[in-house]
């Protein structure tokens, strides 16, 4: 496909219609995880403006800080660390409206409000997290969580070790 990213207007459930056909034309044939991670984090931040969209992997028992788009971030993460790590040890998808309500939560940059991490399985285990920050409060509904869940799915066999 072309490298233009045709960006949608309108209601959330609208953006993300449009936009995971064009992720999945993105990374369609492309087995190296480190681009179609980039393209992802790009597709995602270029649709919805978010402060940083990124990837933590998992690599020799912690999350690696991945491609991302945003501001400069904290490199690693232990498990059951910040909202990552317990996306990550819980093994779901974790939606923090405030993420000062949020114990442990680390703060890579004050500016960022609300979360969702939603991890990233491969053959059954775990294989990184995708984490979006918003610098608004209360970004993030099941809805975010189900186009994401379904997006990460998308993504062919993550291995960036
Ligand atoms: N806030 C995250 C850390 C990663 S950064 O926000 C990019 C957390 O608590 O897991």
Request: charged fraction near 20%; proline fraction near 4%.
């Amino acid at each position: 496909m072309s490298e233009d990213l045709k960006i949608a207007s309108g209601a959330k459930s609208e953006q993300y219609a449009s936009l995971l056909p064009q992720i999945r034309a993105l990374i369609e044939g492309e087995s190296d995880a480190v681009s179609n991670l980039a393209n992802i984090a790009a597709a995602l931040k270029e649709q919805f403006g978010w402060f940083w969209v990124g990837f933590y992997m998992v690599k020799n028992g912690e999350l690696v800080v991945g491609p991302f788009q945003g501001p400069v971030a904290c490199t690693r993460i232990r498990k059951g660390k910040g909202v990552c790590g317990a996306s990550w040890q819980e093994a779901r998808t974790l939606i923090v409206p405030d993420v000062e309500a949020f114990p442990g939560h680390i703060a890579c940059s004050s500016l960022s409000r609300s979360e969702i991490v939603v991890p990233i399985f491969h053959q059954g285990e775990i294989v990184g997290v995708l984490d979006v920050d918003s610098a608004e409060l209360n970004t993030f509904d099941e809805e975010d969580q189900r186009w994401l869940e379904e997006l990460v799915k998308a993504i062919p066999g993550v291995n960036v070790r």
